[in-house]
């Protein structure tokens, strides 16, 4: 079983700031599939990024994503006050088939 | 623009079973590049996928509820349906309905999620 951890668990930032989430997989994943999700409280998850490194259709170009084999990371350039939310990875790969993150919350300071 | 849309009693008792299903508008469910598939959050906590299937039937579920699981699909009313029986506090949880990408199997549309209590 594939296990993603993703640190910090919290991450305290200003509007403007630069945040940097991991995502870590206790075995390789193929970075096709890789992907990121947003979510705001009360709210759906929302694909960021797919295959590591792809934005999904309207997302902003200050999400970015990058990493291969269990070092994956997603970077929000420049925080907007819409970005604070709980981050989640997802992975495709041996059973269970699909895993999850426990998420990165990304709050105010 | 695809939307998903679940529905299906929000309270259920223990012992019995819960059942959902997904409505998709906008898009056919019949399609060659997707699955469709079930995620479960339950309050305050993380996702955890249930199960998919694709719209000749074909399924995969988590291990860990297979023994309790069954989806299935209705392509002529452009819906998919999960079941979960012997339901405890447990099964306590939003159920969001979620199409798959077959190329990158990611969730890339999302239902607005169902909060389904077990209690008696």
């Known amino acids: 079983e594939v296990v993603l951890t993703q640190s910090p668990g919290t991450l305290s930032l200003s509007p403007g700031e630069r945040a940097t989430l991991s995502c870590r997989a206790s075995?390789?994943?193929?970075?096709?599939?890789l992907a990121w999700y947003q979510q705001t409280p009360g709210q759906a998850p929302r694909l960021l990024i797919y295959?590591?490194?792809s934005r999904a259709t309207g997302i902003p170009d200050r999400f970015s994503g990058s990493g291969s084999g269990t070092d994956f990371t997603l970077t929000i350039s420049r925080l907007e006050p819409e970005d604070f939310a709980v981050y989640y990875c997802?992975?495709?790969?041996?059973?269970?088939?699909?895993?999850f993150g426990p998420g990165t919350k990304v709050d105010i300071k | 623009q695809l939307q998903l849309q679940e529905s299906g009693p929000g309270l259920v008792k223990p012992s019995e079973t819960l059942s959902l299903t997904c409505t998709v508008s906008?898009?056919?469910?019949?399609?060659?590049?997707?699955?469709w598939g079930w995620i479960r959050q339950p309050p305050g906590k993380g996702l955890e996928w249930i199960g998919s299937?694709?719209?000749?039937?074909?399924?995969y579920y988590i291990p860990s509820l297979k023994s309790r699981v069954t989806i299935s699909v209705d392509t002529s009313k452009n819906q998919f349906s999960l079941k979960l029986s012997s339901v405890t506090a447990a099964d306590t949880a939003v159920y969001y309905c979620a199409r798959q990408s077959i190329l990158y199997w990611c969730f890339d549309y999302w239902g607005q999620g169902a909060l389904v209590t077990v209690s008696s």
């Open positions: 295959g590591a490194s």
């Open positions: 906008g898009g056919s469910i019949s399609s060659n590049n997707y699955y």
């Open positions: 075995q390789s994943v193929s970075s096709t599939y």
């Open positions: 299937i694709y719209y000749s039937g074909s399924t």
């Open positions: 997802q992975q495709y790969g041996s059973s269970p088939l699909f895993t």
